[in-house]
């Protein structure tokens, strides 16, 4: 019962991040849908999506930015599981380090760390780790170049 009740404040919460509400708020719906959040100064967007099935699983450092559109996702089909009969999730994680940028329509996929200073380009498919201070774009993510 308790994982249907914090499943029910997670999506309540998200909803609640879709009104106008000044972008400062939203780290307090953000932390009551469960997502952890280390640091103290954050940019989230307007129609951004945090997964409500492990939103635990979402960590943000100090100074993330992440712009409209992006989708964070934490669990995943387990295409290895041999029951062909039934669908079942794997779950993952995502990190996102201190000064990151994620841009516009990205989705960022679980099991995957977004190194402090890195850069994800505009509607990019981040399904692998990303190193400090380097730039992806694409789909699927790809490095483009290091950051000076």
């Known amino acids: 019962m308790?994982?249907?009740?914090?499943?029910?404040i997670s999506v309540i919460s998200f909803a609640l991040m879709r009104l106008p509400i000044p972008r400062t708020h939203r780290n307090i719906f953000m932390r009551m849908g469960g997502i952890?959040?280390?640091?103290?100064?954050?940019?989230?967007?307007?129609?951004?999506?945090?997964?409500t099935?492990?939103?635990?699983?979402?960590?943000?450092?100090?100074?993330?930015?992440?712009?409209?559109?992006?989708?964070?996702?934490?669990?995943?089909?387990?295409?290895?599981?041999?029951?062909?009969?039934?669908?079942?999730?794997?779950?993952?994680?995502?990190?996102?380090?201190?000064?990151?940028?994620?841009?516009?329509?990205?989705?960022?996929?679980?099991n995957v760390r977004i190194g402090r200073g890195a850069i994800v380009g505009a509607g990019s498919v981040v399904t692998k780790d990303i190193p400090d201070y380097e730039i992806w774009a694409g789909n699927p993510a790809s490095f483009i170049k290091k950051r000076p």
Not at 2 to 8: A, P, T, Y
Not at 73 to 82: F, G
Request: charged share 25%; proline share 2%.
């Open 2 to 8: 308790g994982n249907r009740l914090s499943h029910i």
């Open 36 to 51: 952890r959040l280390t640091g103290r100064r954050y940019f989230i967007a307007s129609d951004v999506e945090f997964d």
């Open 53 to 110: 099935v492990y939103p635990q699983n979402i960590t943000l450092h100090d100074d993330v930015h992440i712009t409209s559109g992006v989708r964070l996702l934490t669990h995943m089909l387990d295409t290895s599981n041999p029951d062909r009969n039934d669908i079942h999730w794997k779950e993952g994680r995502i990190e996102i380090c201190e000064h990151a940028f994620i841009g516009t329509g990205s989705i960022i996929t679980g």
